[in-house]
């Protein structure tokens, strides 16, 4: 099962380079870092169903730290939510795949987001409608370590502990980096699982970049049933990407052509590397 993760995981990242490619630009830092997560989330643990976007029994997902939605948009393309030729509508204006996540443009997107923090509130109030309409669909929130600078994500992580909202289950992107530099260097947010412990929140930290571990501390949050859950993330910003991983000024960068295709080179063998490995000889 981790091995095929594996090849989900990079299958995703491969096709969000590929869709970067058509730019020249685009936020790649903070989208290489969260495409486990994405891949453990559409490979079963997030009920969706492709077919009905809008489908009232599936659970949510709030992409809080919304530049990071041309990773999510690669994955809803795998999952079938849209065809692959939609993803050269990145960045197009009148296409439906802008800069930052939209709920009224792309199908499978749950919530519009980029403005940091709001994507706190915004998750609560999905898990606690959800509850009182009696439904058993989970809220996921994908959140960045810098983003978490902002006063409404502690305002929400208390508003969410006093309900006990169960089915709310968060990730903190811990990439260490955000647009002005590193965490540590703007502001020191200390240790996030402590934190959001302290909050009242059931708390987990495991390597972000093992799909195996990431779907096991969802699966531990999901037996919680008297309070919200988060996950955080240990990852390296870009990572998987040539030219970007653990680069000071990834959060939003140009790139050359040769950059790019030497970077698309180096995802495609590490696929079909994972391909071999799980015993599947399928192609993205």
């Given at each position: 099962m981790d091995n095929d993760l594996r090849v989900v995981a990079d299958g995703i990242?491969?096709?969000?380079?590929?869709?970067?490619?058509?730019?020249?630009?685009?936020?790649?830092?903070?989208?290489m870092s969260i495409v486990e997560t994405l891949a453990v989330l559409y490979?079963?643990?997030?009920?969706?169903d492709p077919q009905k976007p809008k489908?009232?029994?599936?659970?949510?997902?709030?992409?809080?730290?919304?530049?990071?939605?041309?990773?999510?948009?690669?994955?809803?393309?795998?999952?079938?939510?849209?065809?692959?030729?939609v993803l050269l509508e990145l960045n197009q204006g009148g296409g439906s795949l802008p800069s930052h996540c939209d709920m009224h443009k792309t199908p499978g997107v749950d919530m519009t987001t980029g403005?940091?923090?709001?994507?706190?509130?915004?998750?609560?109030?999905?898990?606690?409608?959800?509850?009182?309409?009696?439904?058993?669909?989970?809220?996921?929130?994908?959140?960045?370590?810098?983003e978490c600078n902002e006063g409404q994500v502690w305002e929400g992580a208390m508003f969410a502990a006093?309900?006990?909202?169960?089915?709310?289950?968060?990730?903190?992107?811990?990439?260490?980096?955000?647009?002005d530099g590193f965490i540590t260097e703007v502001i020191d947010m200390g240790d996030f699982a402590a934190k959001f412990e302290s909050f009242g929140w059931h708390t987990q930290t495991v390597d972000g970049h093992d799909p195996g571990v990431i779907k096991a501390a969802i699966a531990s949050a999901k037996e919680e049933t008297n309070k919200p859950s988060v996950i955080v993330l240990d990852t390296i910003k870009g990572y998987g990407c040539d030219f970007a991983e653990g680069l000071a000024g990834n959060h939003h960068m140009n790139f050359t052509a040769e950059q790019m295709e030497q970077a698309i080179e180096t995802a495609a063998k590490k696929l079909e590397a994972s391909r071999a490995a799980a015993g599947n000889t399928g192609r993205a």
């Open positions: 990242r491969l096709v969000t380079l590929q869709t970067f490619s058509n730019l020249g630009f685009g936020h790649i830092g903070g989208a490979s079963g643990e997030l009920r969706c489908w009232e029994n599936r659970d949510r997902l709030v992409m809080s730290k919304g530049h990071a939605g041309p990773a999510l948009y690669a994955t809803l393309c795998l999952r079938g939510f849209f065809p692959k030729e403005s940091l923090g709001q994507g706190m509130s915004t998750a609560i109030g999905l898990a606690l409608g959800l509850r009182m309409n009696n439904s058993g669909s989970y809220t996921y929130l994908i959140l960045g370590d810098g006093h309900y006990k909202l169960s089915n709310l289950i968060a990730f903190v992107d811990w990439n260490k980096q955000q647009l």
